[in-house]
């Protein structure tokens, strides 16, 4: 004859029976979220997979496959180049003075206060070229209708033709060697029988610098008759006339 269970032995059994239900279906849905989870990882990660693959082939990641060492080479190399040019540029223009807002560090031609005016011919307003190569004309003198003084900001005429520039094209004061004038640099002046006697005197007093340099540290290449058998010579009378140095212990 079977016992019949107390109400208190119920209700522990319901519960207990509860619990495993519950444990049951809790024990599902975790399987069930971390499949989801996997597949979530597994699309993500099969997405970042190709967007590196896009940047890849396009030269912006790292090296493609198939890439060869020679490539990777040439890559690298041409990589390293850009970076030292940007950086002897910016070296270069350190003591740079723009003419058109007077800072360092960079030239007219890249000034940030630069609009679009800047960049086209003074003379014909092309933008295929600059007046160094306008077949108008290269001289920086004359009518230039387009270009855009720095100083008065009026048109017509170059910052260093204004007359409200005293300094001309020398920011930090000076002028030619040449003429005095302050419009141009030596190398653009007219006159040019001075200009050539200026750079042949130039020429020359860095040759006479170049001989006496040679003078003091090239003694000893001097052939004989030209000196070089009188400093051999007086060399070993010097060494003949030292007494040697006795020392007593």
Known sequence: MEIPQSKTERR????????????????AMNRATANQKKKQKKAKETKDEAKALAKRSEGFGPNPPGMTKSDRKEKYTKKAHEKSAAKNRKKLHKDTVCFQCREKGHAAVDCPNNDGSKKICFRCGSNDHRLDNCPNGSDRTGSLPFATCFICKETGHLSSKCPSN???????????????????????????????SYFERKKRQRDEEAIERMGEYGGGLMEEGEGGDEIGERGDE???SKKKKIVVF
Do not use: P, T
């Open 12 to 27: 522990r059994e319901a519960r207990l029976r509860k619990k495993q239900k519950l444990a049951s279906e809790g024990k």
């Open 166 to 196: 005293i300094k001309g094209v020398y920011i930090n004061g000076g002028c030619c060697k040449i003429c005095g004038g302050v419009d141009h640099v030596e190398s653009r002046c007219k006159i040019e029988d001075k200009r050539a």
């Open 238 to 240: 010097e060494k003949a």
